[in-house]
């Protein structure tokens, strides 16, 4: 691309340095905003310069926050019973969504790839495991912990990992539901999941 | 969207007030940014918005520019008897990108489109006019306009509407050639094009 601009071409390179966007959605974004007014540029900048200054993760679940205790930790409505273990905020995000769940959450930042270098010790374990079994108080007030990761290779050993680690614990480990969707039919469903899916049945309850 | 955290949720709203970003790839550009250092957002930023700051409208041509006159104008190299006559600065990169010209261009920064309330009023006609027969000059230094204008509705009208203020100047008119693409199979060439390229044959020659 040949630019008549200097300015223009520093701000499509910063663009496309984002993923998924290459030069030409660059160039569009670029001349997008220079037919507003430069306010809506100023906003916009500084909207994502100011949120990269001053997130945090929480001290407790390591979810990202604008306090060092996020909203979800600090809600005392909140069931402290049960922690969540996903891999990301976008995961608590999703389960957030549902409005089906009361417990806390605990963000790993990851999953256990030794290919990718990214071992136990890069992810958020310990802490996870020092919230289960403070050193300070004789008992946790923690009952039970549930799995909700990906079963993928790094997901069952990061699962593994973390359930070797609480063996010999009084918490209760679960992991979440697996089959095919509600209201999936049976011929769409992929081989595995079906497969899995009878393997793993259940006993059949009359709804109330 | 259920966020944890309002600066997250300032930022994909940020992202997701771009032309073609929707709020899920605006939390997916947003998480990559957090994953960053914020060195990396704050060169974004600051690149986004020093360019808006910045940007001018050369005050020739109304191409994009750095400075009160762009490159293309401010090289003493180009042919100053040829403007090429286009609708936005997009046309302007696709033509420099070809190395095929050497003439400048005028930027109309837009069509004429009536239903949109875009007038000749609204477009840079004028100044085109006033490069073409300056009244400081008794003779103009403009040989030819060449018209690379989209022949739609509204560019068939624009391209009118120049040509009849046109009419009487010693200046020739002219319009990119149109017809079947270099390379292009004739089968798969749309109706309008080979058609009209059939009526507005020309003589065969022999390349040399």
């Not at 008992?139 to 990992?161: H, N, Q, R, W």
Request: charged content about 25%.
């Amino acid at each position: 691309m040949n630019f008549s601009s200097k300015l223009i071409e520093q701000s499509v390179e910063a663009f496309a340095s984002l993923p998924g966007i290459g030069r030409k959605t660059a160039l569009r974004l670029t001349l997008h905003l220079v037919n507003k007014s430069p306010e809506v540029t100023q906003q916009f900048a500084e909207a994502i310069s100011k949120m990269r200054q001053h997130i945090q993760h929480c001290s407790i679940c390591h979810n990202l926050s604008d306090e060092s205790i996020c909203n979800v930790c600090a809600d005392k409505r909140r069931d402290r019973s049960l922690i969540c273990v996903v891999e990301s905020i976008r995961d608590v995000m999703a389960i957030e969504d549902t409005a089906q769940y009361r417990g806390l959450y605990h963000v790993l930042g990851g999953l256990i790839n030794p290919l990718e270098g990214v071992g136990p010790g890069e992810l958020t374990i310990d802490s996870l495991l020092h919230r289960i079994a403070p050193q300070e108080q004789p008992e946790s007030e923690v009952k039970e912990v549930i799995l909700a990761i990906s079963p993928t290779i790094e997901g069952d050993t990061t699962m593994f990992y973390i359930t070797k680690k609480l063996k010999g614990s009084p918490v209760k480990v679960s992991s979440i539901a697996r089959g095919v969707s509600f209201g999936g039919e049976l011929e769409y469903a992929d081989e595995v999941t079906l497969g899995r899916s009878i393997v793993a049945r259940l006993p059949y309850k009359l709804s109330e």
